[in-house]
């Protein structure tokens, strides 16, 4: 990994090589925004939609976007491999300043990095992961995909320590997303998200499972989702831009539908794969 080469403020260095000022905002607040974009086999995946959040990210915090779309595919695809399917972390901060002061420097430069990891979707069509419910303790601007991330790291760590693979939060009883993905259920035969809004981040992996949902007429409904009805539901899913689709199949303890992945989990994950072949 150290060999890897990165993007680091106009440059292409190994990662070893990447320095960054100790007076980094993004280091001393965490004050910047990320996003992570799949690669299928060198080409990047629904760019559009992640720099469309990327610049929401970026006009949230009132950070000037540092380049124009092509200057991003541009920048990035000179990270990629051939033929290889791999995701790109982009983080942007408000840059190095002179002192620590929470109010904003002025004449300061953006700090760029972007790397890039292999990717290894859940593909197991006869086990999934658990899953426990957890308070949604996380800041109220959570369709921004800022770095300031402690809260999900918690969260995250609280479901790893009592053997699951994610926490799915909830606020009042209602269902907000996972501590690092969006929440779907299948509930009466209707596959079911939250609707967007600040409570949750707006995912692409998301709004293809949508799209490809409309697209072939199956049920699907962007609805509040109480914690009795997902208790009730007969599939849960997980989905991120790394992991993809993931079938969670076991919440609290209590088993899901027949405790392995549904019928409906595996024709999306079906849908899902033959749409990103047909990108390659």
């Known amino acids: 990994m150290q060999n890897e080469i990165v993007y680091l403020n106009g440059q292409y260095l190994p990662l070893s090589d990447a320095k960054i000022s100790v007076m980094d905002r993004g280091f001393l607040f965490g004050d910047g925004v990320y996003e992570v974009i799949p690669a299928y086999a060198g080409k990047l995946f629904r ?5 469309e959040r990327l610049g929401n990210s970026l006009k949230s915090i009132r950070l000037q976007n540092p380049h124009t779309p092509e200057q991003w595919r541009n920048l990035l695809t000179k990270l ?6 791999q995701s790109v972390y982009l983080q942007i901060t408000r840059g190095a300043a002179p002192k620590r002061d929470h109010a904003f420097p002025a004449h300061i430069v953006p700090t760029v990095f972007a790397m890039v990891s292999n990717i290894n979707p859940h593909s197991d069509e006869n086990t999934g992961l658990k899953a426990i419910s957890l ?3 996380r800041w109220k601007l959570c369709d921004t995909k800022a770095i300031t991330l402690l809260a999900n790291v918690l969260l995250r760590q609280e479901a790893i320590e009592n053997g699951c693979a994610e926490a ?3 606020k009042e009883d209602y269902l907000t997303e996972g501590s690092a993905s969006n929440v779907f259920a299948v509930i009466n035969d209707i596959l079911m998200t939250p609707p967007k809004g600040p409570a949750i981040l707006p995912g692409i992996t998301r709004d293809v499972i949508l799209e490809i949902a409309r697209n072939k ?7 509040a989702i109480s914690k009795t009805n997902l208790k009730a539901a007969s599939e849960i899913w997980v989905t991120s831009s790394t992991r993809e689709i993931i079938p969670i199949v076991e ?3 209590e088993i899901i539908g027949n405790g392995k992945p549904g019928s409906v989990w595996k024709t999306f994950h079906k849908l899902f794969q033959d749409y990103k072949q047909s990108l390659r």
């Open 80 to 85: 990629l491999k051939d033929g290889v399917d």
């Open 135 to 137: 308070e949604d303790s």
């Open 251 to 253: 919440l609290d303890g």
């Open 47 to 51: 760019l559009e939609g992640h720099l």
């Open 168 to 170: 799915i939060l909830f």
């Open 217 to 223: 007429n199956i049920p699907c409904s962007e609805q």
